[in-house]
T-cell receptor, first 118, second 109 residues
Framework: NAGVTQTPKFQVLKTGQSMTLQCAQD?????MSWYRQDPGMGLRLIHYSVGAGITDQGEVPNGYNVSRSTTEDFPLRLLSAAPSQTSVYFC?????????????????FGEGSRLTVL | DAKTTQPTSMDCAEGRAANLPCNHSTISGNEYVYWYRQIHSQGPQYIIH???NNETNEMASLIITEDRKSSTLILPHATLRDTAVYYCIVRVDDYKLSFGAGTTVTVRA
């Protein structure tokens, strides 16, 4: 299994350009999410999905769109890039557990996509 | 969601136990305590989680106080590869976690 795969690993955009960060997982996980991490800070949740066709906003959703047409893929779209969106983006996936909390507790993260907006 | 308080940084000696504290005094009854770590600029790695009881796995032990207002992550024999940022998180749903600044742990030879 490849786990969680993010592409591209590095990207430079100009202000106003649009792009899509790709995320794919091969573990048949129902839950997927996108986080961003700014220098010296923890991760902040952008959007998440609890299954195909279902998405919701996290802490910092403005400027980003998501969709979940399949279980495997959860792309993150930047409609009009701004310098404030310069960050490292992480995609994660997990599956619901059979007892206790609503998940297994373990999020599997991709290696990250490093985005610079000039 | 309950907020957590962790020390900004801590050092520990290689081969010794590393005890990482976390305060979560406003935790509610159905919130779990999770620990993740992030090595350099990689994606965070799950370590352990628990609700009330102490938990142990191959990586670490989690000790939760009886009133659940604080917890301690124990790395039994720290190695240089354990140098990382460690995040303590409390949340009901594990698929949407909020990561604070965490504790930067440096293991020294």
């Amino acid at each position: 299994n490849a786990g969680v795969t993010q592409t591209p690993k590095f990207q430079v955009l100009k202000t106003g350009q649009s792009m899509t960060l790709q995320c794919a997982q091969d573990m048949n996980h129902e839950y997927m999410s996108w986080y961003r991490q700014d220098p010296g800070m923890g991760l902040r949740l952008i959007h998440y999905s609890v299954g195909a066709g279902i998405t919701d906003q996290g802490e910092v959703p403005n400027g980003y769109n998501v969709s979940r047409s399949t279980t495997e893929d959860f792309p993150l779209r930047l409609l009009s890039a701004a310098p404030s969106q310069t960050s490292v983006y992480f995609c994660a996936s997990s599956s619901p557990g059979t007892s206790g909390g609503r998940g297994t507790g373990e999020l599997f993260f991709g290696e990250g996509s490093r985005l610079t907006v000039l | 969601d309950a907020k957590t308080t962790q020390p900004t940084s801590m050092d520990c000696a290689e081969g010794r136990a590393a005890n990482l504290p976390c305060n979560h005094s406003t935790i509610s009854g159905n919130e779990y305590v999770y620990w993740y770590r992030q090595i350099h600029s990689q994606g965070p790695q799950y370590i352990i989680h628990g609700l009330k009881n102490n938990e142990t796995n191959e990586m670490a032990s989690l000790i939760i106080t009886e009133d659940r207002k604080s917890s301690t992550l124990i790395l039994p024999h720290a190695t240089l590869r354990d140098t990382a940022v460690y995040y303590c998180i409390v949340r009901v749903d594990d698929y949407k976690l909020s990561f604070g600044a965490g504790t930067t742990v440096t293991v020294r030879a």
